[in-house]
């Protein structure tokens, strides 16, 4: 077993090889080495990497199946929220939109602002634009931002007796509905800008116009006629044929019906895109006490994980599941370095850890000295020997150590000790790995063995041929 462990080190963490997949690293071995249920040892061995799991792209389908929300009871009760930053900035100052939309009629309205705005000025335009035109809503959908978490926002929707509804972390796709109708807004103002030459504040509200009076597929209808009962005029349509009632109980009849045949209309709309949905999708369910990676990317501000770069690992962790939020999304435990992130994630932003959770080192908890040395500790013991000399008997432990490396391999080291062994640190001392032994121990620093300085840096570096001179030079000095 012990042959065989060096064999797939080699063959797979080492500079010759870089971590290929499972398939490529079995055809290679195969030429030169056989042993029962190889290929599925080999597997084995690559699905447990720490390094693959951190690194490689999944080419799975996205995990979660899709989760519609419920539709509304009435117009104007669900309200959904959201920015477009990055603008160019006007005349006026502005450089963002705020996008606010009805989840039963799609109205929508589109608000110019100034990023810099205070919590208490976006209350000021909430009031002014929202509640005094459609009410007070009963729930707000919205991301994590600085706005929707603050404590102004959420003190001012508790006294208008609104619930507040947040998307689990970094997953945009809670409010799909909103991140799809800030795509139609920039398309039109990019429209606006290359046809008209104007900016993009005074086209906003014939944007806004344009969007509410337009036909949307899941109602079957335009907003305003939603809305209002009809669509409003424009110059291609300047008046409605046939006669309105605009009085009567026949008016109010005529609101209810149009809300049921919406409500149809969106249910059936939900049901389409959601059977078109989950065939691109799998399911995918943990259990408390798992542990997962969690990705990560450039765009998800993945500065607080410290984490940055092209060359990034697209997975961070390891970490554990608490407790688990709805259907698809998961709360985990995140150290307190990262006590600002929210710590419920969505089932997609999760990776399982196939490896047995202590064997697996993470190497941010590796607190490296001014010296190159750091320390170890042991997690357990696996299996004990005694070794005879002429005066006693010595109990000897194999214990992993943790950790043991950090160049190329997360897993500890199974190395035997003597029970007398209280500490042991790793210095490199002339390029050559010394063990420092507890008190008990004569003399006090000690040299590894060939096997154990092998399996803890030089099989991750050098190929086999050249195994024999560094031993020569490991024993020469």
């Known amino acids: 077993m012990e042959l065989r462990k060096k064999i797939l080190d080699e063959a797979h963490t080492s500079m010759f090889t870089m971590h290929p997949g499972s398939n490529k690293m079995y055809q290679d071995l195969k030429q030169k080495f056989w042993w029962t249920r190889m290929k599925r040892e080999i597997t084995k061995y690559v699905s447990e990497c720490d390094v693959c799991q951190r690194v490689k792209a999944d080419h799975l389908k996205p995990a979660g199946m899709l989760q519609p929300l419920a539709v509304p009871d009435w117009k104007w009760e669900d309200v959904h929220m959201d920015f477009i930053v990055g603008l160019p900035?006007?005349?006026?100052?502005?450089?963002?939109?705020?996008?606010?939309?009805?989840?039963?009629?799609?109205?929508?309205?589109?608000?110019?602002?100034?990023?810099?705005?205070?919590?208490?000025?976006?209350?000021?335009?909430?009031?002014?634009?929202?509640?005094?035109?459609?009410?007070?809503?009963?729930?707000?959908?919205?991301?994590?931002?600085?706005?929707?978490?603050?404590?102004?926002?959420?003190?001012?929707?508790?006294?208008?007796?609104?619930?507040?509804?947040?998307?689990?972390?970094?997953?945009?796709?809670?409010?799909?509905?909103?991140?799809?109708?800030?795509?139609?807004?920039?398309?039109?103002?990019?429209?606006?800008?290359?046809?008209?030459?104007?900016?993009?504040?005074?086209?906003?509200?014939?944007?806004?116009?344009?969007?509410?009076?337009?036909?949307?597929?899941?109602?079957e209808m335009a907003p305003f006629e939603a809305l209002y009962g009809r669509r409003c005029r424009t110059p291609l349509n300047w008046s409605e044929p046939g006669e309105h009632v605009t009085f009567g109980p026949e008016l109010v009849t005529?609101?209810?019906?149009?809300?049921?045949?919406?409500?149809?209309?969106?249910?059936?709309?939900?049901?389409?895109?959601?059977?078109?949905?989950?065939?691109?999708?799998?399911?995918?369910?943990?259990?408390?006490?798992?542990?997962?990676?969690?990705?990560?990317?450039?765009?998800?501000?993945?500065?607080?994980?410290?984490?940055?770069?092209?060359?990034?690992?697209?997975?961070?962790?390891?970490?554990?599941?608490?407790?688990?939020?709805?259907?698809?999304a998961y709360r985990i435990e995140l150290p307190p370095h990262l006590a600002a992130v929210h710590d419920v994630f969505h089932v997609s932003q999760l990776k399982k850890c196939l490896r047995v959770p202590e064997e697996v080192v993470d190497t941010s908890q590796i607190q490296i000295q001014p010296d190159l040395t750091y320390e170890e500790h042991p997690l357990k013991i696996f299996e004990q020997k005694q070794r005879l000399t002429r005066r006693r008997a010595i109990n000897f432990y194999k214990i992993p150590w943790m950790p043991m490396t950090g160049f190329g391999s997360l897993s500890p080291s199974s190395v035997y000790c003597p029970a007398s062994v209280s500490n042991r640190r790793l210095a490199l001392r002339r390029n050559v790995y010394m063990v420092h032994l507890g008190p008990a121990m004569q003399p006090a620093r000690h040299q590894v063995t060939w096997d154990e300085f092998h399996a803890a840096f030089w099989a991750h570096y050098l190929p086999p041929s050249l195994i024999e001179l560094k031993q020569r030079e490991f024993h020469a000095l």
């Not at 998307?167 to 398309?187: K, W």
């Not at 259990?287 to 990034?312: I, N």
């Open 254 to 328: 005529q609101a209810e019906e149009q809300v049921k045949f919406i409500h149809s209309n969106l249910r059936r709309a939900q049901s389409r895109q959601k059977s078109y949905s989950d065939k691109r999708r799998r399911p995918l369910v943990f259990k408390e006490g798992d542990h997962v990676y969690l990705r990560v990317s450039p765009m998800k501000g993945v500065h607080r994980f410290g984490v940055k770069g092209k060359l990034a690992p697209r997975y961070v962790g390891l970490f554990k599941i608490t407790e688990r939020c709805g259907s698809v």
């Open 89 to 219: 900035r006007t005349q006026k100052g502005y450089d963002s939109i705020w996008v606010i939309i009805d989840c039963l009629t799609k109205s929508a309205h589109f608000l110019p602002i100034k990023i810099h705005y205070t919590a208490a000025t976006y209350a000021e335009l909430y009031i002014s634009w929202i509640v005094s035109l459609h009410g007070v809503p009963q729930t707000i959908t919205s991301d994590r931002g600085s706005l929707f978490v603050s404590r102004f926002w959420e003190h001012l929707q508790a006294a208008l007796g609104t619930k507040l509804i947040r998307s689990s972390a970094y997953h945009p796709q809670t409010s799909g509905q909103v991140e799809r109708v800030n795509q139609i807004v920039e398309d039109m103002l990019r429209a606006c800008a290359l046809t008209y030459s104007t900016k993009w504040d005074e086209c906003l509200p014939l944007a806004e116009f344009a969007y509410n009076n337009s036909y949307q597929k899941s109602l």
